[in-house]
Nanobody, 122 residues
Framework: QVRLVESGGGSVQAGGSLRLSCAAS????????MAWFRQAPGKEREFVAL????????FYADSVKGRFTVSRNNPENMLYLQMSSLKDEETAVYYC???????????????WGQGTQVTVAS
């Protein structure tokens, strides 16, 4: 069972940038899909971005296209989310997840990290 640990969250001014990291305890299988989700207080968990562990194009939520970039460092079993031009409404806990379907629905993901808080101040 893979364990995921997110880091890199913090406080940033609106318009600023932040990079989140997700460390996997073991190498995901060749069919794995890695994703980022976020959940703001009182709201449902929301899809942000995903990428296949073994390559291929990434897929983004419309709300973050052009501002967020998801990437992998396969030898290090790391997933990243580079976020720029952050908005105050993007304050949330950001989660890393692993699944085996190319899906934006959080129910498709089997393994989750504990999350990292991102606070965007206006």
């Amino acid at each position: 069972q893979v364990r995921l640990v997110e880091s890199g969250g913090g406080s940033v001014q609106a318009g600023g940038s932040l990079r989140l990291s997700c460390a996997a305890s073991e190498r995901p299988t060749s069919k794995a899909v890695m994703a980022w989700f976020r959940q703001a207080p009182g709201k449902e968990r929301e899809f942000v971005a995903l990428v296949r562990w073994h390559g291929g194009s990434a897929f983004y939520a419309d709300s973050v296209k052009g501002r967020f970039t998801v990437s992998r460092n396969n030898p290090e079993n790391m997933l990243y989310l580079q976020m720029s031009s952050l908005k105050d409404e993007e304050t949330a806990v950001y989660y890393c997840a692993v699944g085996f379907q190319y899906e934006s629905n959080c129910r498709a993901y089997d393994y989750w990290g504990q999350g990292t808080q991102v606070t965007v101040a206006s």
